[in-house]
């Protein structure tokens, strides 16, 4: 599971295809950490390139509601970090 959406990358070249993934959560009872590598498309995150952005963001347990990770997704949808993004 992951999120394709348009990003501007740390480098300043758009990357129209990129391809967000959680790598990483942790948290307690009230809240977690999602840590996020956005690669610029699909194949360079199946080809072990760098990430062109990496992103860290606190979700309230109470917004997730259902399984966990597409949970997590959903609420990453919400923030202005992945306007427009689209399950992939």
């Known amino acids: 599971m992951a999120l394709k959406l348009a990003v501007q990358t740390q480098f300043g ?4 295809q990129a391809y967000a993934r959680i790598t ?3 948290g307690t009872k009230d ?7 956005i ?7 199946h080809g072990n ?3 062109v952005k990496e992103n ?4 309230g347990m109470e917004d997730l509601k259902g399984d966990l990770i597409p949970a997590i997704y959903e609420v990453l949808k ?10 992939c």
């Open 13 to 16: 070249v758009p990357a129209l």
């Open 24 to 26: 990483n959560f942790f």
């Open 31 to 37: 809240q977690i950490q999602v840590q996020v590598a």
């Open 39 to 45: 690669h610029y498309d699909e194949s360079a995150r």
């Open 49 to 51: 390139m760098a990430t």
């Open 56 to 59: 860290a963001h606190y979700i």
């Open 78 to 87: 919400t923030f202005s970090d992945y306007e427009g993004a689209e399950d």
